[in-house]
């Protein structure tokens, strides 16, 4: 922990109050994250953090205590709060400055001439000073061309002109401001934490509990593709544990006993035991603003190539501007040159192109992780699903229960089976817990549950082990003889049915059948994909060939279908794949596909995907409805056409501007409305192409057809 100067309230009204907070002047103090921690506060409604004036101010809804609690939190922050990289302390820009500017900007003819040039060196001072700041650390960028412009027209006292460049630049900034706000407020919203019940150990047994009846001091456990809840210390088991969604570092930790661990952190591998540090307060919304901040502070490689020439014309632009006064000693015209660049629109245009597109493919049910992913979004021609919860519905049903043993009931297999894998959050695990509970089965207590990913579940229960998974894992990995389950096998594969082994103390149990509807709309959407930029469609699945091949018949725009795949075997076609020259995006929703997903060139998690694998995914869906990703890909192609679009305009019209500069065609100030005119219209190009219109998709679920067994 941090001890910090103590926060101080400054200004007090019935549901707003304003706090000094001097932490808020340091560059590594994560402005984003200290706002999702004040706002995940109980009572409070809305905070805005102004950094240059280190303040907070916070909207509240008149409850007792929040003034306290806030004070709390601001007076020791958790370590998280400091990012680690400098983060930029300007203020930001506000309609009413710009109002305010506009209005003295063309008012100031009106003003005696030597109160005009002291009220524009005030104006551009901000605009002055950014340009030397930047010439001396970080060299000849744009801000320095900005400065270079404002000053010449200060010093040929073009007040207007002056005025003018000063007041645009503002206007670019807070075009761009909006939309990121805009944005990133949409994007929390959507993801705001689904954590509502956690596992406990008590008495040796495991127990599911609301994450509200949380205390300190419970010994909660996680397995591979869970989510950790809250903050506390690992108590027992050793787990490789993804923290990218708060660090932004992707390489997983070995956590072992006595080591803290974060809330939000994902557990890749293994499985551990957490003793409970703090509860309340969670910072479950804080860590969404990390990822969020992470993802938006990305830049796509089309963005990257862009700033770079921007910054390399910053030179040439000034060049020319030098050698328009050399040769004709006229400092008007050299001074309309240097008014004119091309960087403001080049470097502007892009992120508000991709921010843009990011809000419209979230509306239309498409959560993209930034501008990396929606321009590999844009390039794909093959797109490769997993089978179960992706082209299906993902909502099996249990249609038959075998057991082996004449001694053994219905009830009594099913039973076991959804006691050892209640504590599993997948599609399998769901439907026979979901069958037992429609038969009001009584579930015997578990101990020691592991998960081996993609195989099956190993646990207790009343003393005997219980195994359930596929035959592979139950055959081949457990060599415990399954021959006597083929009687039945047959005809349910046949059936396109999906079976799940159960073992008892090392002898087969039986076996439970499963069917899985295929999406109403998946036929239509992969002709849709068909009839756009997707050239193949590639079907990855462990289930049987019969299972896969029944499958194929329900779809026949399926190019490839694979079966009987492990985790590592789909990344490694999609690998395949890519070395043929294909573009490839994956979308999945279990644990086991998140080889895959960070294997593809841009992957995709269902809904209900586990926390794993949407932390994997460069992209989720929100609907459970698969004609969303058409949208999205529709968004992304977009969304680099107006890229492609913005940039060769900008060059066009600077180009043609500083040509008729350099010709002392057009005298500076008619070349700065000139540029900034064409500036902001390529700024209102990019937001109004990245909005397309926003429809609501709503997906219709079947029920099943399968009988009650």
């Known amino acids: 922990m941090m001890n910090l100067s103590t926060p101080h309230v400054v200004h007090e009204l019935p549901r707003r109050f304003r706090i000094r907070c001097p932490i808020l002047a340091h560059r590594l103090t994560d402005s984003l994250y200290l706002q999702a921690l004040l706002e995940n506060i109980a009572g409070v409604d809305d905070v805005r953090i102004n950094r240059c004036a280190t303040s907070i101010i916070v909207y509240h809804d008149g409850s007792a205590g929040v003034k306290t609690d806030i004070l709390e939190t601001l007076k020791t922050l958790p370590e998280a709060a400091f ?129 509200s009846q949380l205390y300190p001091g419970d010994l ?82 089309a963005q990257k190539k862009s700033e770079e020439l921007a910054d390399r014309l910053v030179p040439l632009t000034l060049g020319l501007g030098l050698l328009v006064f050399l040769l004709t000693r006229d400092i008007r015209r050299a001074a309309a040159v240097l008014t004119v660049d091309y960087s403001c629109a080049i470097k502007l245009a892009t992120p508000i192109a991709v921010k843009t597109a990011m809000y419209s493919a979230a509306h239309q049910g498409v959560l993209i992780k930034g501008a ?65 509970r429609k038969k009001n089965l009584q579930l015997p207590p578990i101990s020691q549950v592991d998960f081996i990913v993609a195989h099956g579940v190993s646990a207790y229960v009343d003393g005997k082990q219980i195994l359930v998974g596929s035959r592979h894992f139950i055959e081949e990995d457990e060599q415990i003889d399954c021959s006597a389950a083929d009687q039945f096998t047959e005809q349910f594969y046949q059936q396109g049915k999906t079976l799940l082994y159960v073992a008892s103390e090392g002898k087969l149990a039986g076996i439970i059948a499963m069917r899985d509807d295929v999406r109403p709309e998946a036929a239509d959407v992969l002709k849709r994909f068909k009839e756009g930029s997707i050239k193949k469609i590639v079907v990855l699945t462990g289930d049987h060939e019969k299972t896969a091949l029944a499958l194929l018949q329900q779809l026949p725009e399926i190019d490839q279908i694979h079966w009987e795949l492990k985790p590592e075997d789909k990344a490694k076609m999609i690998s395949d794949l890519q070395q043929h020259g294909h573009h490839a995006a994956f979308i999945g929703d279990g644990v086991n596909d998140a080889p895959a997903l960070v294997t593809a060139d841009v992957g995709f998690c269902m809904p209900a995907g586990t926390d794993l694998t949407k932390n994997a995914a460069e992209g989720i869906l929100l609907r459970e409805d698969l004609g969303v990703l058409v949208e999205a890909i529709s968004i992304a192609d977009k969304n680099r056409q107006t890229i492609v679009h913005s940039f060769y305009s900008t060059v066009a019209f600077n180009s043609l501007f500083l040509l008729l500069a350099s010709m002392g065609k057009i005298q500076p100030v008619t070349a700065a409305l000139l540029h900034n005119l064409n500036t902001v219209g390529i700024l209102g190009y990019s937001a109004a192409r990245g909005l397309s219109k926003q429809r609501n998709i709503d997906a219709t679920m079947p029920a099943s057809g399968d009988e009650e067994w």
Not at 381 to 389: M, Q
Not at 408 to 432: G, I
Request: proline share 5%; glycine share 10%.
């Open 372 to 436: 990396h992913a929606l321009d590999q979004l844009a390039q794909v021609d093959t797109l490769v699903f997993d089978k179960t919860g992706t082209l299906t519905c993902g909502d099996l049903q249990v249609t038959d229960v075998k057991p082996i043993s004449r001694r053994m009931a219905q009830k009594n297999l099913l039973a076991l089976a959804a006691s050892a894998e209640e504590h599993y959050d997948h599609p399998v695990a769901r439907a026979v817990v979901n069958a037992a």
């Open 220 to 301: 909660i456990i996680c397995g591979p593709g869970e989510m950790i809840p809250t903050d506390g210390i690992v108590a027992r088991g050793e787990a490789l544990v993804n923290q990218s969604s708060i660090t932004g570092e992707s390489v997983p930790l070995h956590k072992k006993p006595g080591e803290e661990i974060l809330s939000g952190a994902v557990v890749e591998e293994g499985k551990i035991a957490i003793r409970v540090g703090t509860v309340g307060n969670d910072t479950g919304l804080a860590r969404i603003n990390r990822f969020l901040e992470n993802s938006l502070r990305s830049s796509s490689p």
């Open 83 to 211: 990012s680690g990289y400098e983060q930029d302390l300007s203020v930001p820009i506000n309609p009413l400055t710009l109002t305010g500017l506009g209005i003295l900007t063309f008012l100031l003819r009106l003003l005696p001439p030597g109160v005009r040039g002291a009220v524009s060196f005030c104006v551009a001072l901000p605009t002055l000073l950014k340009g030397a700041d930047t010439l001396l650390n970080r060299g000849l960028k744009i801000e320095v061309l900005d400065a270079g412009a404002v000053g010449f027209s200060l010093l040929r006292r073009d007040y207007f002109t002056s005025n003018m460049v000063v007041l645009l630049l503002g206007l670019g900034e807070y075009l761009e401001q909006i939309s990121e706000d805009k944005t990133t407020g949409l994007l929390k919203s959507l993801l705001r934490p689904q954590v509502e019940e956690v596992w406990v150990e008590k008495d040796g047994v495991e127990i599911q509990i609301p994450i």
